[in-house]
Structure formats: structure tokens, C-alpha cells
């Protein structure tokens, strides 16, 4: 039974039924966001001061890198949100052409030099949030996940400098957050919504029309598009490619998939083992009791969509890591759920209705 928000067992098969409550629960729930896709780029930036805290990516000037009648500019961000001031995301220096950043927890953007500032959107604290910002010739257009969140006349042409591209710093601005930033996309067209919302939860790794250069930052700061590689600089890190070792958990129900779990709390981490004693088309993972279930995994599907659905369900404050693959394609989902405090009333889990690609 649940006693304070946690999972006691009474005796054998009795909390199953509340397993498949706790299920029906989070498959009905909005849908949370976890790490996208790959490695991403890890900054330990304090928003206040260069080095030695601060690091990015930085790629040499191109032409191509300067679009002037059309651009979107999109990237996944998890970032301790508020950040102390402003901190730059990307940018060709902010006083003569484009940047992305965030100040506070506001997105804001830059696209022709000093003077061209704008404000609109609200990055989330500590959780992977997809940011673009769009200029069609007439409009400059902030989005969040997907959504609109601001509109501001904006003129053509845009300007334009010959100063390298930097990912978590700019040339004139070089104050790097305290976060991760994943997949950035630079094109020389205006995406509209629906077309942003097709791709911010998928690879992109062949050449599209209008698409001038992709960062995946899987390891490196290379361009796996456009042949615009960039360089590593300063006090950076890449996040887990790899898992970690330990053991697969698997279920018979679920014959395309396995998963790890790795569990931490008061500094020490444990891989978690699986529970034998599960509902169907779901692995119960412990990491304290044997026999306990602390963490619930599954995916479904497919949906109307064609996707197919993780779903982590945890009964546990300790911090949780997942990593879900599925073994036909070799495609590996990641998913960080934070520690929770002891005072906390809700176990946040993640229902990723994008999560497989059809």
C-alpha cells in the first residue's frame, strides 16, 4: 500500500494492484521531458565571472553561418534556472549579430547586435527544455517546447559579424551557464511550430533544405551536417553516451527492450537489481529491498503516432537515472530524475510519449 508517498508491501501480490494505479496515473499525466537524444555538453559556468569557470564550443567563422532573410536557431537546455544575470547559450557576438541566452530564467535573444534585444518565454528549472528562435523576414518568434511564447517586429536583413560561433559563450559576452545544452540546430529558413515539433525529439543526421549545421555535442563539438566542426575550450564536460555498467533488466513482455537503473542518495550510487514479482509488461527495479519495487519501467505502444512510449514510475526520493534501449534499433533513451527532498509531496517520474521514433 502507499504510506506518506512511498510503497510499503503488506504481503505477497497486494501492492500490484496499486502498481497498475501508479501506471494509469503517470500514462494519464502531461508529459514530462527528459534528455533528448545522445551525449550533450555540460558547463559549470557561475554567470558572473570567465575563467576558469566558463567553457564552450567555439566554430571558426563561415559565411554560411551568417544567414540574413530567414533563421531559426533550436537546441535542447537544462539549466539550473535562476541563473545569476545573463548567460550565453550561443552566439556570434551578441554586439554585432545573433545570441541566445537566458538571464534569470527568461529566455532572451539578440539578432541584430546591440539594441536588439527581446525578451519572452520561461526556461524550466533543472529539467531538459527545447528552445528556438525563428525570424521570418518580418517577425522574431521565441518558442518553448514547441510553443510560442513570443512575437516582436523584426525587420530584414539581419546583420551579420566575423566573429567565430561560440556554444555556451559568445565573443562579447562570454559567461557560460550552469547546465547541459544538447542537439543545436542553426538553419537559414524560418521553421514554423508544427515543423519544430516534428523534429525537437529526433536526430537529424542526413542533410535537410535549409538546414546549415547540427551540434549533437555527443562527445564532441562537431557539425555532423555541415562540415562546421567546432572546438572545445575552457572548463566543459560531455553527459553519459555510454551506460554504466551493471545489469540489463529485461521482461519477456517487453522482448525489444531493456533497461538499467542507477539509483543515488546521501553520495552513493547503486545499480538497481530486478524485482521477480511484477505486473505484466513491466520491470520492477530495487535498489535498497530485494524484493521491494522502488523504480517501474515499461513502454507501450505503439501509439496513434507510431511512437512508442517509456514510462518511469519511482516510489523513491533518491535520485534516479534510466537508460532504456531498444535493441532492434540500438537506440538508448536517458532520463534523469533529480533527488527529491524528504518534505516533497510528489515523486516526479517520466511519461515520454515521443520517446521511440517509428
Known sequence: MLVNGKLVRQSSHHWLPWLTLALLAVVLAPPAQAQPFGGYLDLSGDGTS?????????????????????????????????????????????????WIGVCGSTLRSY??????????????????????????????????????????????????????????????????????????????????????????????????????????????????????????????SFGPVTPP???????????????????????????????ADCIEQTVCAAGVFPDRPEVLLRVIGPRPNGYLWPIVIRFTNARVEVWVEQLSSGDIKYYDLPFVGPDSSELNGINDRFGFQP
Open 111 to 236: 539578432l541584430k547586435g546591440s539594441g536588439s534585444v527581446r525578451d519572452g518565454g520561461t526556461i524550466l528549472d533543472n529539467a531538459w527544455t527545447h528552445i528556438a528562435v525563428v525570424f521570418n523576414g518580418t517577425t522574431r518568434l521565441h518558442y518553448v517546447n514547441g510553443v510560442q511564447v513570443g512575437a516582436f517586429a523584426e525587420s530584414a536583413p539581419l546583420t551579420t559579424s566575423t566573429d567565430n560561433v561560440r556554444i555556451g559563450s559568445d565573443a562579447s559576452y562570454f559567461f557560460s551557464p550552469n547546465g547541459s545544452i544538447d542537439e543545436v540546430r542553426l538553419w537559414n529558413v524560418a521553421r514554423t511550430a508544427a515543423q519544430i515539433e516534428s523534429t525537437m525529439r529526433t536526430p537529424i543526421t542526413t542533410p535537410t533544405t535549409g538546414l546549415v549545421a547540427v551540434w549533437s555535442l555527443d562527445g564532441n563539438g562537431n557539425d555532423i551536417i555541415g562540415g562546421h566542426d567546432g572546438t572545445v575550450s575552457g572548463n566543459t
Open 245 to 275: 555498467a551493471g545489469p540489463w533488466l529485461s521482461s519477456s513482455d517487453m522482448p525489444d527492450f531493456r533497461f538499467k537503473v542507477r539509483l543515488t542518495t546521501g553520495g552513493v550510487s547503486r545499480m538497481a537489481t530486478q524485482v
Open 50 to 98: 570567465g575563467p576558469p569557470t566558463h567553457g564552450y564550443i567555439e566554430i571558426p567563422h563561415s559565411p554560411a553561418l551568417n544567414p540574413t532573410s530567414a533563421l531559426t536557431i533550436e537546441m535542447w537546455v537544462k539549466l539550473d534556472t535562476p541563473q545569476p544575470g545573463c548567460v550565453s547559450l550561443f552566439g556570434k557576438d551578441y554586439t554585432e549579430a545573433y
